[in-house]
């Protein structure tokens, strides 16, 4: 359950009975834990019984994330951070190691404290620990490959593309001009007709873990399609969990933006 699917669930008339301005930003609400299904007045009973359980748990593991970054913090504190710097592809000076995520500049200092010019997303900001303190700063090769074909990817594909792939194409149809922008926005690099998809870009989460989205527009008679790769070096500068959070810190940040910009259903 992420904020797209509990949106299905909705009428999507935004009546705003749940004090929310739309049903988007009361579906975010309860993915969240802020809110629960039961608040909306349109629901019906069996619904609320059947997917109210999964959308708490889902609230569970946010905290469980967020218990996760308060512990490398600490970890940090065990590193050398200029060395760091050169292995993981950032520059240290003020005593603060940074790096660029999604193009904007992420630093940390020798007590765990973090700064960003970005809003980071716990699912976000762990892989981002995990880089510093474990990459081993191999450089990347330039081959692309699904997350199946990394080493330890094979069984990690098909959840990967459950919770990852999946609700980014949902996000993608939902919003289309929207998806393309956030790209952008993310300093994403356009490349040329790969995979002969209709949007093919390359991210940079992290300088040495790169991440290609390849998305097809939906045709008459064919439904649309997404796939995420990823640097066949991935898996030696941070580890497929941390892959598999990355890809899903990802979904969370375009959901957010798309709801922070008002573009819904109704």
């Known amino acids: 359950m992420n904020t797209v699917d509990i949106l299905k669930l909705l009428n999507k008339s935004n009546c705003r009975e749940c004090n929310k301005p739309t049903c988007l930003a009361f ?7 802020d809110k629960h299904l039961d608040e909306c007045p349109h629901l019906d009973k069996d619904i ?17 994330m967020e218990n996760a970054v308060q512990q490398l ?4 504190t065990t590193v050398d951070l200029s060395s760091a710097a050169k292995r993981v592809g950032g520059s240290f000076s003020d005593g603060k190691l940074t790096i660029k995520i999604f193009g904007k500049d992420f630093s940390i200092d020798a007590n765990g404290s973090l700064y960003s010019d970005i809003h ?13 303190i474990s990459g081993k700063g191999i450089p990347v090769s330039g081959e692309w490959v699904p997350l199946r074909e990394l080493k330890n990817g094979k069984t990690w594909g098909a959840f990967f593309g459950q919770r990852c792939e999946k609700p980014l194409k949902e996000v993608a149809d939902t919003y289309t001009d ?13 490349v040329e007709d790969h995979y002969q998809s209709d949007i093919s870009l390359v991210l940079h989460p992290l300088p040495k873990v790169p991440m290609l989205i390849c998305y097809w527009k939906p045709e008459e008679g064919l439904e649309s399609s997404l796939n995420l790769f990823f640097d066949s070096t991935a898996e030696d500068n941070l580890s497929i969990e941390s892959i598999y959070a ?15 910009h008002g573009y819904h259903n109704g």
Do not use: C
């Open 27 to 33: 579906a975010a609400a309860v993915f969240k834990g």
């Open 48 to 64: 609320i019984a059947q997917y109210g359980r999964k959308t708490e748990t889902k609230a569970t593991a946010e905290q469980n």
């Open 73 to 76: 913090r600490k970890k940090i």
């Open 120 to 132: 980071m997303h716990p699912w976000v900001t762990v892989p981002i620990l995990n880089y510093i």
């Open 178 to 190: 929207l998806f393309e922008d956030m790209i952008h926005l993310f300093n994403g690099r356009q």
């Open 246 to 260: 990355l890809g899903t810190g990802l979904v969370r940040m375009f959901e957010k933006i798309s709801l922070r």
